[in-house]
């Protein structure tokens, strides 16, 4: 069984969003306790928070996007696929998104485990409502912070994509400090061609000098 909620007010965050999963961060509950999971999902409702609530880590997994803002609150011990395996099927589906894990049977290994696995917060059943707020909105806002710089990234990239497969080859020797004579020599091509190749990098990647150029890959992780 899957339940879901989708607020149009400001999160605990106080960043107000349309009702849309996709777009909105939304607080995902994954609990095999159907009576927990409907209390945990009116209390974080009532503080503001889209929530998303799922009785299986298989059901969440199935209505996940990796695009999909917000964070994972998901209990420990569950039939079938557990807490840590859940975890690990997000890390492997490459979804980052941040996983604090509520339980009742926590133990010292299993923490350390799911926090050495990135897990952003570990708390018990029993914990304040003050508590799981905080972890909560630690959790967002990580997931924010990740969301922007990836998103930075990504803008830093994209000129890149305009090269050509030869155009990239010959932008590589550029930043080693290659002049077009020994580019040439490398790729085996003529003196000129590499000349060529140059001129369009610069205009694609709207740089003026080498030095600008080197700096654009860096940043961008290119090479």
């Known amino acids: 069984m899957t339940e879901n909620w989708v607020t149009t007010t400001s999160n605990a965050n106080g960043i107000p969003g349309p009702s849309s999963l996709a777009q909105t961060p939304t607080v995902f509950l994954v609990d095999d306790d159907a009576s927990f999971l409907r209390s945990l999902s009116r209390l974080l409702r009532a503080s503001g928070f889209c929530v998303s609530a799922h009785s299986s880590a298989e059901a969440l997994l199935a209505n996940m996007r990796p695009d999909m803002p917000g964070c994972i609150i998901t209990d420990l011990l569950m039939p079938g696929m557990n807490g840590i395996a859940l975890q690990m099927a997000l890390k492997a589906n490459g979804n980052s998104m941040p996983i604090l894990f509520l339980t009742g049977h926590g133990d010292i290994p299993v923490t350390v485990q799911a926090m050495r696995r990135g897990a952003e917060d570990f708390l ?69 061609t590499v000349k060529l190749h140059r001129t369009n990098i610069t205009a694609k990647l709207k740089v003026r000098s080498v030095a600008e150029l080197t700096r654009m890959v860096q940043e961008a992780g290119i090479c």
């Open 124 to 192: 018990t059943k029993q914990a304040s409502k003050e508590d799981l707020i905080a972890a909560v909105n630690r959790a967002l806002a990580r997931n924010a912070e990740e969301r922007e710089r990836a998103a930075h990234l990504k803008a830093l990239q994209a000129p890149f994509e305009l090269l050509t497969d030869r155009e990239r080859e010959v932008l590589r020797e550029v930043v080693q400090g290659k002049l077009n004579k020994q580019i040439a020599a490398d790729l085996g091509i003529h003196e000129r």
